[in-house]
């Protein structure tokens, strides 16, 4: 009689498995307390995934509203005079426009003043450009009010912010005095230099620290009012990539000449988005606590679950089911807790930051409170911007914790001793 063959096992992750592992994920009342833990591991790893995500994608916001704002009212490279003042500017301007890379180029003057009108005083910031650089500086020119650019020539004509338009309660065609700390030399001394001028135009950009203190004035005036002569304070240069314009400083150092200085915005605002870099790494690992104290619960309520079914592990291993059989039904179990935590936490982050101004209104009207205020802020409307890389990171980090959190409690099922289990079961 010839041997009969050997029946072999079944393979890994067979269908009684998967049966086995969602009548486990299934709440009874006998096994009530391990159900809630796992309600609560898998809303815990929910809340984990969506905050993360909300959390970066409006640090991202943030970061490229400021850089935005920042940048494209400052420019990215300032070139100055080793003095402070630069007299050659239309030859220098001219060949730096001419690098490649260079987008933008333009010789400005600038200095605080103080702002009067309606019986109110505000310190701004006065910048001196042409009329042709400042429409060609677009971060401000698509905000104007209309006919503000035709208006912005002569000597008595600036734009001013919204915000600072609101404060001294003025608007376009209204007057506004402005005031230098230094301007006559006199016989007893230098005495401030007062002027009044007419508002041209409003702009407004949406950052509140620019929108409340800048005046943009035409550039021959502004080098009266500031006593600059013929020379300008810096030129303002602009790039095709201001995160990678490092590499065009030297270019642009070789154009301006021997007795000049080249400024890139890193240095400038180099501690502000440091800070911003820190403040986002601390609630990376903060946020990340929550994932991990959720992944923490899997394993407690793993660890209660095989010992409540010791016994169905031991019937299991005596009608041919093998060690590994038992870890993959335990390993389902608690991976299914973390894929679909992190699934719910997906879709609530992405639909949450998706819609983030809307709920941030309706929770104001709701609270009666103020959420997010652009004077602390300096944003108009809170940002979230999504990274594609980084929603991919926080999804596999999540799923990777809470898969290394099944493995010691899928582990300890595996090595149960079935005669060991039905005995004192």
Known sequence: MENAPARSGTHPFAPFEWIIAGRYLRPRRAEGFVSLISILSLIGIALGVAALIIVLSVMNGFRHELLSSILGINGHVMVQGEEGSLTDYDAVTARIRAISGVTRA????EGQVMAAQNEVNSGVLVR?????????????????SPGALAAFQGGDAVIIGAGLAEKLGIGPGASITLIAARGN?????????????????????????????????????????????ASVSAIEVMTKDPDRDLSLLGPIAHAAGPYARVIPWQDTNSNFFEALQVERNV????????ILVAALNIVSGLVMLVKDKSADIAI?????????????????????????????????????????????????RLTGTTLFDPTIYFLSKMPAEMDAGEVIAVVAMALVLTLLATLYPSWRAAKLDPVEALRYG
């Open 316 to 364: 299991l291993r005596t009608m041919g089911a093998t060690r590994g059989a038992v870890m993959r039904v335990f390993l389902i179990t608690g991976s299914s807790i973390g894929v679909a935590g992190t699934f719910i936490g997906f879709l609530i982050g992405v639909g949450f930051c998706a819609n983030i101004e809307a709920i941030r209104q309706a929770l104001q």
């Open 128 to 144: 001196g450009m042409r009329q042709q650089d400042l429409a060609s500086l677009t971060t401000v020119a698509k905000t104007l």
């Open 185 to 229: 030399v006199t016989p007893f001394g230098v005495t401030p230099r007062i002027k009044t001028y007419t508002v041209a135009g409003v702009f407004k950009i949406g950052m509140t620290i620019y929108d409340s203190s800048y005046v943009f004035m035409p550039l021959g005036e502004a080098q009266l009012f500031f006593n600059k002569g």
């Open 283 to 290: 609630m990376f690992l903060i946020l990340t606590l929550i």
């Open 106 to 109: 333009a010789p400005i003057v």
